[in-house]
């Protein structure tokens, strides 16, 4: 067969793997971001829930401010009992202390509700921080795995590039130039096989003529519709004797 024909079947070969993986080095990023997500989902739930801790310890600090002042009044309205002359005053002051105990009672109940809100939030940011580190591990693990499969695929890239070259270096020029022009007009696929009479890279089928002549291998014939180089699974049986 012709063996310019052969070249172009081989040079398809390492060209479509090359396409691959640049293929797969476009998507690194994605597949990185991908993996850190969870992650990242678990310390931004995080810094919500600690930002939710500390507005609640505030609070909790001035409702403890609160008491004590509610606490010092009590103290003080109470304390005034020995200066009261009438029952009439002294019945005001009763409900005075009972006016000044009750918003000390709901303020302590408050003090106690929040203390109770900082303890559960405090419980959840622990087991959310638990989550993390565990997510971190599942995240450096894939990282790691990640990268020393981009780091293959990088050698192999340059491994095919090489030998993509030396078989590219056989081809005569407008040939390869034809080769090229169609490799990017018909996304890496420039050679078809023929198969029942028809290109496998347009389906259409093709004039008994055109078959038969590249059956012989010759010459080198494309397809009439898409143009591509056409060859027959005979040819590459011939490679593997060789
Ligand atoms: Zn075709």
Known sequence: MNSQLQF???LQKFDLRIFQIQDSQRKAPDLLKAAENPLKDILSRLQILKNTGETLVTQQRSAERELA???D???????RLSE???NKEYQAHLFEIEQARKKKDSIEENVLETMERVEENKKTVQELETEAQEAQKVFDAEKGRLESQFAEMANELADLNQQQQKVAD???KPLLARYNRLKTMRKGYAVAE???GSCGGCRLQLPPQLVAEVRRGDDLMDCSYCHRLLFMA???EVETLD
């Not at 009044?73 to 304390?79: A, D, G, I, P, W």
């Open 234 to 236: 005979h040819h590459l």
């Open 8 to 10: 172009l079947i081989e």
């Open 73 to 79: 009044l009590l103290h003080k309205v109470r304390s």
């Open 194 to 196: 023929v198969k029942d």
């Open 84 to 86: 009261l002359k009438t």
């Open 69 to 71: 002042t509610q606490e």
């Open 170 to 172: 056989s081809v005569e």
